[in-house]
Each structure stands twice: as C-alpha cells, then as structure tokens.
C-alpha cells in the first residue's frame, strides 16, 4: 500500500472560488496562462484550454493545480492516455490536489490499468477522500476484474454513503447481476434506475438494458418447452421409385400428412466452466394414406455435459432414438445410439465464427425381421462431422457441414460409406419475418455386392439431393409460424432406390 501523504490534500475548485472571488492581488501571484486557460475550460473551450495549460505546466513545472488542469482538459476529452501524466502530477507533487486522486483512478480504469487503479484506491479509502465516489470506483474496477459479488457490495456501499450515487450504482449493480446471469435481479436494477431519472441518458440506457436482459432471461431460461406442428403434402410418402419394367405399384404414395414435435430442453447455468445441456422430443409422424403401414412415434433423447476454456469447449455428446411404427398397431421399429466427444472452437474473437468437430460410435438396430438375412440393416460404426457456423450482426445465420459415416451392417447388402456436405441459411428479410434456404448433397455407397438377384449383383451408389426454401414469421416470443418446401432427388444405380420426392409444409411453434 502507498504510504499516507503528509500534507494536507487541497481542491482545484476552492482555488478556483479563491480565484474569482477575492483580492485581485491574489490574481497577480497565478499564471495568466492558468488563470485564462480555466475560463477556456469553464466556456467548454478544451482545445485552447489544453495549450494555455500547456504554457502554465511549462512556467510552473512543479504546479500541481495547472497538472491538474491539463490533466482534465485531456480527460474531458477522453484523451485518457494524454490525461494520465499530469493526473499522476497533480497526485504526486505538493499538494497533493484532492480531486486529482478519483479522477487519476477514474482514467486508470478507463485505460485497463486496474492494478494501479488498485494501488491509488487504497490510497483515497485510507485517506476517506470522497467515500462514496471511491466506493463507486472501487465497483467499477472489481466488475472489471470479474468479481461480480464484491463489486455488487461497493455499489451498495457507494449509495448508502451519498443517495446521489443511486441510480447510477443501480444500474452497476444490474450489469453486474447481468454478467451472472442473474437477469431478473438485473432487470428489476434497471428498471428502478429508470424509475429515478427516466429523462437522464443513463434512464435511458438502463432501459434498454432493462429489454436486454429481460429478452436475455426468457433466451436463457433453464426449461424451455416448444410444440412444433407441421400440416404436410407429400407427393411420394412411399419413396415409391421411377416406373419400372416388371415393378408393382406399392400404393397410394401422394398424402396429406401432419408432423408433430414436443421438445423439452434443459439448459442449466452452472457455476465456472462446466456445461451441461439436454433435451427429449417426441415426434408423431401421422399420415392421410398407408397410415397402418407408414405413421411412426418416435422418441429421442440426448445430453451433452461438457467443460468450457477459454476459447473451446470440450463435450461429450450421447443421444439414443427409439422408433415405434404401425403393423397396424405400435410397435418396436428401431433404436439408435450415437456418443462421441465434440469440441467447439471459437474462431474470432467477436465470437460471430464457430467450428464443431464430432466423431463418436453409433449403433443402430432394427426389430423387424428382414426377408432375407443380407438385408438386416442393423449396424455398428463411426460417425462424424464437422461444421463451420457464421453468425451475422444483421441475425443472418450460415452453416456448412460435412460429415462421414461408416456402417458394419449385419446384413450384407446395408454395410455402407456415407459422405454429406450441406449448406444451410437463415436470412432475415423484416424485423420479424427470415428466410430459410438449405442444400445438401449425400454420397452413399455400398461396400458389398447385392445378392437380390434381381439387382444383378450390383454394388449398390446413392446420390442424394436435396433442397427445401421456407418463411419464418415470428409473431412473438411465443408463436412462430412457418411455410417450407423440401426437394429430393435421390439418383441410384438399382431402380428400386431410384425416386423422387416433394414436400410441402405449413404450421406453427409454440414455445413455453
């Protein structure tokens, strides 16, 4: 700690009185540089005041009060790296100037110099040189170094000392509860900081973070529930192929359809750098035509607990999905289980470029016993992707995605390498209203030579493509409605595979 000065501290605005107000001989004795320089500074005349104090720092070096008045015609300005010296000056050399002390800690601060900022504020709490400001600074320089609860007690300190620090120290206060991520605490800060002065600029910004936070607060809520339902049209339900000699009809395949989503996501806030996020979703797929044969309830569930640095983040991300489809009646169908680590990177430091980078086993097993058994299509194997995500000031969104996946299937015609590149977008067009485009393109192909003799013991190779354009309207934060129109073309070399799809879409989301 800085020892304690041994003369008394002295105010540049008693000087200031002292010069206006009395004898004119106390005039002659100061600087008419200083003294002209002041009364430039009074009529917010900076540039002419920083050289006329320039001239006085130069007729009188060891001048405290004209260090101090250079130093704040500097900060007044926000010229904090100009205004540092003279401040340290106005501190330093006798006398000490008393307001020099919280306005040299105020520039430190500003310039990110917090462990001086530190040194001096021991100095102004020893010397109580105005407690309730250095309280405030004190705040500020702990908010800064992350130590949101002690600097939450300094704020509080601060008003308690002068009711005039209040709406300013409120609104401190809710920043720093913002940065827990205690939004509610940081709201009800806020909107008492606007209640005080709702006119004064800092009402103002106190409002806005007072929208901030609440938005912030229901973006991160730890339960998050939302239905998703989707009215459809599909032109080939069946994925019935191209017409082919010899080849039945396998039914009815153009349907309306209805698709529907229940999702619940837990997302807690956990103290430190551990993560953890899991969701459950229920999906009901009911069709108008072959709904005996084709509607499916499917279950999925995943968790991904992970451990954030500074940069990345580490996860291990698991899901299993449970299929149940009508025959006619529910039944088991398929289970599916994926689990992997993933890492996340950030690759800017604006945070707006992300990669994920996953590989992991999968399982899949089928419960339906295959006609014959080359075409079981229960596998173990290896997946994997990685994903560039760039986020927009504008809220447009873009991901690029490949992703590798090989199946060891217990039957021999399904053990397969699969390669897919996709692109995706999301672009608002109103404040409400964004577009969705989206492409991909899958290359499939099948290690084994099939033994359906009818295939001619062709290996089997998909091409798949596929395309979908949709609306998103935000009605608000509850109710999102939405149109989309999904393409697929998929181009294989056995006809029974071969065919061509398009879905039409419509509905909403509704989100608790």
């Not at 002690?150 to 000392?161: D, R």
């Amino acid at each position: 700690m800085m020892k304690r000065f041994p003369v008394a501290w002295i105010s540049p605005f008693v000087f200031l009185l002292f010069l206006t107000c009395f004898v004119p001989a106390s005039l002659g004795q100061t600087p008419e540089s200083l003294r002209e320089g002041i009364r430039q500074y009074q009529a917010d005349n900076y540039e002419e005041a920083v050289e006329l104090f320039q001239t006085a720092r130069k007729e009188a070096p060891q001048s405290t009060l004209a260090a101090f008045w250079l130093g704040m015609a500097y900060k007044v300005q926000s010229d904090y790296p100009n205004a540092l010296p003279h401040l340290i000056d106005a501190v330093t050399l006798k006398p000490p100037i008393k307001e020099a002390l919280v306005e040299l800690i105020d520039v430190l601060y500003r310039l990110d110099k917090i462990e001086e900022a530190n040194r001096w504020l021991a100095v102004a709490e020893q010397e109580q040189i105005f407690p309730a400001k250095t309280a405030f600074l004190r705040g500020m320089a702990l908010a800064k170094q992350g130590k949101y609860t002690e600097a939450i007690a300094a704020f509080e300190k601060s008003k308690s000392l002068d009711k005039t620090y209040t709406q300013p120290a409120d609104f401190q206060i809710g920043l720093a509860h913002m940065m827990e991520r205690r939004y509610r605490q940081a709201a009800d800060l806020f909107r008492a900081a606007v209640v005080q002065d709702p006119v004064s600029d800092l009402g103002t910004y106190a409002r806005r973070y007072q929208e901030l936070v609440e938005e912030r607060d229901w973006i991160e809520r730890p339960v998050r529930l939302a239905l998703n339902v989707l009215g459809q049209y599909d032109t080939n339900m069946l994925q019935e192929p191209y017409s082919f000699p010899g080849l039945t009809d396998a039914g009815e395949e153009k349907s309306l359809g209805m698709l529907s989503t229940l999702r619940l996501d837990f997302v807690p806030i956990l103290k430190g750098p551990w993560l953890f996020n899991a969701n459950y979703a229920l999906i009901s797929s009911l069709h108008e035509k072959n709904s005996t044969t084709h509607d499916f309830l499917v279950n999925h569930i995943a968790v991904m607990p992970g451990y954030g640095f500074d940069r990345f983040a580490v996860n291990l991300s698991a899901s299993y999905t449970h299929a149940l489809k009508r025959d006619p009646g529910y039944t088991r169908y398929s289970d599916r289980f994926g689990a992997g680590p993933l890492v996340r990177i950030l690759l800017t430091d604006k945070k707006d470029q992300i990669l994920d980078v996953y590989a992991g086993y999968l399982k899949k097993e089928f419960f339906k016993t295959a006609l014959f058994k080359d075409e079981d299509q229960s596998a173990i194997g290896f997946d994997s992707h990685i994903s560039w995500i760039k986020l927009y000031e504008s809220g447009a969104l873009m991901v690029v995605k490949y992703g590798f996946v090989s199946e060891n299937a217990d039957g021999n015609n399904w053990s397969n390498d699969a390669h897919r590149l996709s692109v995706n977008g999301i672009l608002p067009l109103l404040k409400t209203l964004k577009l969705q485009l989206g492409a991909e393109i899958m290359l499939q192909d099948y290690r084994n030579e099939s033994t359906i003799p009818a295939f001619n013991r062709a290996k089997r190779s998909d091409k798949i493509y596929t395309g979908s354009a949709g609306l998103i309207w935000d009605i608000n934060r509850n109710v999102t409605l939405l149109v989309q129109y999904t393409g697929i073309r998929a181009d294989s070399n056995i006809f029974l595979y071969d065919y061509e799809r398009h879905v039409f879409s419509a509905g909403a989301e509704f989100r608790f």
